[in-house]
């Protein structure tokens, strides 16, 4: 049982709009990443949220942007919507910042760019 | 850049047949490494790991070993069942980068038929 929640579980937005996307990290767990899941590869870091302020980064440009509350949920912003953009995104929470060893996964928002 | 190559699949094997799925991985440092597994409609879930060199993960009959001197991480089992079928990732973590940033391979896709 991971408890790690999200929302909405599908979407489908057209190109150029924008989108949020939701997660709720397991209780406890004061550490929120995302992750990019294109169809057929694997997932891909987008950012982590640690205590509130983006605690790392991968390769996505800034329309990908992210916010961590204090209850430690986290909310991923997506703009001007590309059809690359199309994919499954994962929430993963983990309760410290310094390790990769304890991530939790949501079941992940599958996002449809059209 | 480091990255994490793990064989194609989809892989079907046949109830208490032996499993192996191949990854090699590319890094600076002295990386983690993980497999994860995703069932299906469930995020992915920490299967085993390994921190250093020569060390084995396991986990419900799975196993890995940290080769140093090969850059691999072969997972093994030796009785697969129908309900290991799932997608297998491997992954490594960027030590020398983001907290939280997991380098993942494409996933194998593993179907066992009864």
């Known amino acids: 049982e991971t408890g790690v929640t999200q929302s909405p579980t599908h979407l489908i937005k057209t190109r150029g709009q924008q989108v949020t996307l939701r997660c709720s990290s397991q209780s406890g767990h004061n550490t929120v990443s995302w992750y990019q899941q294109a169809l057929g590869q694997g997932p891909q870091f987008i950012f982590q949220?640690?205590?509130?302020?983006?605690?790392g980064r991968g390769n996505f440009p800034p329309r990908f942007s992210g916010l961590q509350f204090p209850n430690y949920s986290s909310e991923l912003n997506v703009n001007a919507l590309e059809l690359d953009d199309s994919a499954l995104y994962l929430c993963?929470?983990?309760?410290?910042?310094?390790?990769?060893?304890?991530?939790?996964f949501g079941s992940g928002t599958q996002l449809s760019v059209l | 850049g480091n990255s994490v190559t793990q064989m194609e699949g989809p892989v079907t094997l046949s109830e208490e047949a032996f499993l192996t799925i191949n990854c090699t991985y590319t890094?600076?440092?002295?990386?983690?490494l993980f497999w994860y597994v995703q069932y299906p409609g469930e995020g992915l879930q920490l299967l085993l790991k390994a921190t250093k060199a020569d060390d084995k993960g396991s986990n419900k009959g799975f196993e890995a070993t940290y080769r140093k001197e090969t850059t691999s991480f072969h997972l093994e089992k030796g009785s697969v069942q129908v309900s290991d079928s799932a997608v297998y990732f491997c992954a490594l973590s960027d030590g020398t980068g983001s907290q939280g940033n997991l380098i993942f391979g494409k996933g194998t896709k593993l179907s066992v038929k009864p």
């Open positions: 890094a600076t440092g002295y990386p983690s």
């Open positions: 993963a929470s983990s309760p410290v910042a310094e390790t990769n060893e304890k991530l939790f």
């Open positions: 949220y640690y205590r509130e302020e983006e605690n």
